[in-house]
């Protein structure tokens, strides 16, 4: 009789054993369809967008002579674009990388990122603007110079990117040429700037627009 209780005993316990592993196997696995099954778009509602991507050095305008050398991408705003921007940017994070030549010249690219695709347009709208009336600003400031303007045009690439050109002369003879272009995708807006000693003729309008291209696409 007492073997039989033992063994009796030993019956239970080999079978609460075996439910619960049942059970812990059930429970794995049904985890695991969980998993598999959950929608798609689950991760990306709370994943954070990539930060853009800036232009390296070899995807500037080539220069006849010298090579592009790029700095690290820093936080702000570049000197180089406050005169003309300035009045658009205050209360934006915005970042930049400044890219120069053995010579005379040098560009910028200029990015920020904002809440919305409504709020990157309007800020692409606004810096369009103050682009196209910054030569008149810069006459008005400084009666010593006289400022030329040229609309290169738009550019088919994401949401739209548009293309301008400056020539600067001073009354000492100074003359400079400068190429701005404004790009955006999604909340992301861009500006790249090329500057050098020159007039319109030596302005690689081309070989900018494809560089603004790139820029725009490159930021996500």
């Known amino acids: 009789m007492p073997s039989h209780d033992v063994h009796a005993t030993t019956s239970t316990r080999t079978g609460r054993a075996g439910r619960l592993t049942a059970l812990s196997v059930l429970t794995a696995l049904t985890a695991a369809a969980l998993a598999f099954t959950a929608p798609a778009g689950a991760t990306?509602?709370?994943?954070?967008?990539?930060?853009?991507?800036?232009l390296s050095a070899?995807?500037?305008?080539?220069?006849?002579?010298s090579a592009w050398t790029a700095d690290r991408v820093r936080d702000g705003v570049p000197d180089e674009l406050?005169?003309?921007?300035?009045?658009?940017?205050?209360g934006y994070d915005s970042r930049?990388?400044?890219?120069?030549?053995?010579?005379?010249?040098?560009?910028?690219?200029?990015?920020?990122v904002v809440g919305s695709d409504a709020k990157a347009k309007a800020l692409a709208t606004r810096l369009n603007k103050e682009i196209r009336s910054c030569a008149a600003r810069i006459e008005q400031s400084d009666p010593?110079?006289?400022?030329?303007?040229?609309?290169?045009?738009?550019?088919?690439?994401?949401?739209?990117?548009?293309?301008y050109g400056l020539h600067t002369t001073t009354s000492f003879g100074a003359t400079d040429i400068r190429l701005l272009s404004v790009g955006r995708d999604?909340?992301?807006?861009?500006?790249?700037?090329?500057?050098q000693l020159g007039d319109f003729g030596d302005a690689p309008v081309p070989a900018f627009k494809k560089t603004t291209t790139t820029a725009v696409k490159k930021l996500y």
Request: net charge negative.
């Open 44 to 54: 990306a509602r709370v994943s954070t967008p990539p930060a853009p991507v800036f």
């Open 58 to 65: 070899a995807e500037l305008p080539p220069h006849p002579s």
């Open 82 to 90: 406050r005169l003309c921007l300035d009045e658009a940017l205050p």
């Open 96 to 112: 930049y990388r400044a890219f120069r030549t053995d010579l005379d010249t040098s560009a910028r690219q200029l990015t920020i």
């Open 144 to 163: 010593e110079v006289e400022v030329e303007s040229k609309d290169y045009g738009s550019l088919p690439v994401e949401e739209g990117a548009h293309v």
């Open 186 to 195: 999604g909340r992301a807006v861009t500006v790249v700037d090329w500057s």
